[in-house]
């Protein structure tokens, strides 16, 4: 099993629609868990961290699952730019590990 | 604060070349990183240090060194340069490798290398 697994997509959805993204982890012992955004031949910047109770930004949602070892990502009212590729990341454990990625979920949002 | 700042942003090289590609950042962070990107493989880590004079090998190592003589610069070689190695380049940096959750990676805009 992969450290970090994404569903690539790409999930093309209309705008104003919902749309989730589940990312799952092998390590239990991870610690930190991120979602970071990558648009079209740019690089990866911090979209929000993930918070054990959840945590919401705007439309942005995120929630951690440890005792099913996943986290999501749930966009509601989905724009024209948040066309992007959204990657999941992992910490494995405390201390100076690097972090892992996610290979990303590609969305497209349609006018 | 210029950020993360990497040089060139395109290169061509021939095989058997070799360069370096260049990351600076202005930020104080110890922890800092070499990625590269291709298509449908993700983000995989090349090298990172985790402060001046310590470094340590990611999941592709391989054709590559790199050195951190500075806090603030982590140059990445390419010994002799192959067509497998052509791909994006990304350096990023933080205060720390996983310090806590508040840790963010800030990448470099990125390096564009084609080996023919």
């Known amino acids: 099993r992969k450290e970090v697994e994404q569903d690539p997509g790409p999930f093309n959805v209309p705008e104003g629609a919902t749309v989730a993204f589940n990312c799952t982890y092998s390590?239990?012992?991870?610690?930190?868990f991120f979602w970071y955004r990558q648009d079209c031949r740019k690089e990866p910047k911090l979209l929000m961290s993930?918070?054990?109770s959840g945590n919401e930004d705007g439309r942005f949602t995120a929630q951690l699952n440890r005792a099913s070892q996943y986290i999501s990502l749930l966009i509601r009212d989905s724009k024209l730019s948040d066309s992007a590729t959204y990657l999941c990341?992992?910490?494995?454990?405390?201390?100076?590990?690097?972090?892992?990625f996610g290979k990303g979920t590609r969305l497209s949002v349609i006018a | 604060n210029a950020g993360v700042t990497q040089t060139p942003k395109f290169q061509v090289l021939k095989t058997g070349q070799s360069m370096t590609l260049q990351c600076a950042q202005d930020?104080?962070?110890?922890?800092m990183s070499w990625y590269r990107q291709d298509p449908g493989m993700g983000l995989r880590l090349i090298h990172y240090?985790?402060?001046?004079?310590?470094?340590d090998q990611g999941e592709v190592p391989n054709g590559y060194n790199v050195s951190r003589s500075t806090t603030e610069d982590f140059p990445l070689r390419l010994l002799s340069a192959a067509p497998s190695q052509t791909s994006v380049y990304f350096c990023?940096?933080?205060?720390?490798?996983?310090?806590?959750?508040?840790?963010?990676?800030?990448f470099g805009p990125g390096t564009r290398l084609t080996v023919l």
């Open positions: 990341v992992v910490t494995p454990n405390s201390g100076n590990t690097p972090l892992v």
């Open positions: 993930v918070y054990s």
């Open positions: 240090s985790v402060g001046a004079g310590i470094t």
């Open positions: 390590n239990s012992a991870s610690q930190s």
């Open positions: 990023a940096s933080s205060y720390s490798a996983a310090g806590g959750i508040t840790d963010t990676q800030y």
């Open positions: 930020m104080n962070h110890e922890y």
